[in-house]
């Protein structure tokens, strides 16, 4: 079965990579996920905060110290085959843009820029907050010639435009979304308790939307991550628009071995369909994609709440 696929210019044998996440901290657990079949890795993220002249400007205990994230770029490069995508997190321009040139040196293949951004004051509009991105995207530009993926949030007014904005910045692929760190409150000690809990396939129809939504309005290539669980799920995600689709949550709860289960249920979709590749299946069901995006709009909606009595009585 032909499972090839095309994302930052990068020809990979099937759709899925490992998404950013500590899976990338050791060189046993990246080797543990291309022996189990992912196509590519992207590391977990190198952040802004690391950078100034006194040590990082948290006070967190970080993993690696830029210079070891550069050498670990290589180290993974001289002993994985899959493509290694190095992953920078940052909002502000800074002097962590140069290692953008020098993670390209240390061999990535391509850069996933992660515009974690969460606006906290009244003095910037949506428009200011957007300029930010573009020109954090056109300045790691000036410094990398290799393909850049720009991993975004939901909460973005016109996405179509971002988009298009994006690719002019100089971005050739998108990924959607980030997944933000909710903070809960426990009632019985009055505190906040912020944590990651695993995604849930409830999560991937948000993906479906946009994914659906921006695949004919962008020559960027979308990438999609967060709630995809299981080949349905990775199934639904490549037939909305996506080239390639990021797992993480499945395979921390699972293993990195999860991979070989996804990548043979969608083999078995695929031949129980009687396609001979994915994009023979994109095509027939282009249709489909169209569908989703026309439920997006506002007539599906009035419809389905006009309805919602009837079809559920
Ligand atoms: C423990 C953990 C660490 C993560 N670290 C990063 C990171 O360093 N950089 C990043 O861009 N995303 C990071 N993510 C987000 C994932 O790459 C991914 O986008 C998100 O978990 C949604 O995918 P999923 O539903 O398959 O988990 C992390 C997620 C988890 C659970």
Redesign the pocket.
């Given at each position: 079965m032909n499972l090839t696929t095309h994302y930052l210019g990068l020809e990979l044998k099937n759709p899925v990579i490992a998404?950013?996440?500590?899976l990338s901290f050791s060189l046993e657990s990246a080797k543990r996920i291309e022996a189990a079949g992912a196509a590519a890795l992207?590391m977990?993220?190198l952040?802004e905060e690391q950078f100034s002249s006194t040590g990082p400007s948290v006070p967190i205990p970080f993993h690696m110290n830029p210079e070891q994230y550069v050498q670990h770029v290589a180290l993974l490069k001289k002993e994985l085959k899959i493509p290694v995508i190095a992953?920078l997190?940052s909002l502000r321009e800074g002097a962590w843009v140069r290692y953008a040139q020098y993670l390209q040196d240390a061999g990535a293949d391509a850069l996933?820029l992660?515009l974690?951004f969460l606006p906290r004051t009244d003095n910037d509009s949506s428009s200011v907050v957007e300029q930010r991105a573009f020109q954090i995207v056109r300045l790691v530009r000036q410094f990398v010639s290799i393909p850049l993926a720009v991993?975004i949030s939901p909460w973005i007014t016109s996405l179509p435009q971002f988009a298009r904005r994006l690719e002019e910045a100089g971005a050739s692929g998108m990924?959607l979304?980030?997944?933000f760190i909710q903070p809960d409150i426990d009632l019985a000690t009055f505190k906040t308790v912020s944590r990651?809990d695993?995604?849930s396939p409830q999560?991937l129809t948000l993906r479906l939307h946009w994914l659906a939504a921006l695949y004919s309005r962008t020559r960027l290539q979308l990438s999609a991550?967060?709630?995809?669980?299981t080949s349905e799920n990775l199934v639904k995600a490549l037939m909305a628009g996506a080239t390639t689709a990021?797992?993480?949550?499945?395979?921390?709860l699972n293993g990195p071995e999860y991979v070989q289960i996804l990548l043979s249920g969608l083999e078995k979709w695929l031949t129980d369909n009687n396609f001979s590749s994915i994009e023979h299946a994109r095509a027939k069901v282009d249709a489909l994609r169209k569908d989703a995006e026309n439920a997006a709009g506002r007539e599906n909606y009035i419809r389905i709440i006009h309805n919602w009595g009837r079809e559920n009585s």
């Open positions: 998404g950013a996440s500590p992207v977990h993220s952040f992953s997190n996933e992660n974690y991993k990924v979304f980030n997944r990651l695993p995604s999560e991550t967060g709630g995809i669980h990021q797992v993480v949550s499945c395979i921390l």
